[in-house]
């Protein structure tokens, strides 16, 4: 997500392969991927985790040129997605780690500040999933909820 009060979007770690091909010298069928991604998610990883696994351990660049679907895709076809999409989850427990950093240091005012950035985070991206259809419309971000991760 974009930085709210700046133009820039930061910078990547990584540069995505050019062609949208599956590389020639990958070894593994489509079938393999997706047997692996179900796997590694089972035990305990999120998605993004599971494409860094695939592209260091496995060497398969991207798992969407040999499948024809995202990792989150193939999560939601054998009902392994979990329920917040990540990138939410990440930003709760962040949203959490800076309160309960607030609740030691009362005079913080930075740290009250990021908290205010942090959770305008979640509420544009919560309004988001719930126009997509990821989140039921009903569901909504409290305190005790991020507190609990």
């Keep these: 997500m974009a930085r709210l009060y700046s133009g820039k979007r930061g910078s990547s770690g990584s540069t995505r392969p050019l062609s949208r091909k599956p590389p020639a010298w990958c070894k593994y069928n ?21 494409g860094m696994i695939l592209r260091d351990r496995y060497g398969i660049p991207l798992a969407k040129p040999i499948t024809g679907k995202t990792i989150n895709e193939l999560l939601k076809a054998s009902d392994v997605a979990p329920k917040i999409p990540e990138d939410l989850e990440i ?8 309160r309960r950093h607030l609740e030691k240091n009362k005079p913080d ?24 259809g990821v989140l039921p419309s009903q569901w909504e971000y409290k305190l005790m909820v991020a507190s609990v991760r």
């Design 30 to 50: 489509a079938e393999e991927v997706e047997v692996l991604i179900v796997k590694l998610t089972r035990e305990g990883n999120n998605a993004s985790t599971v």
């Design 109 to 132: 005012k930075m740290g009250k500040r990021s908290l205010a950035l942090i959770e305008s985070k979640i509420y544009r991206l919560v309004k988001y999933y719930k126009d997509v």
């Design 91 to 98: 930003l709760m427990r962040k949203a959490d780690s800076v």
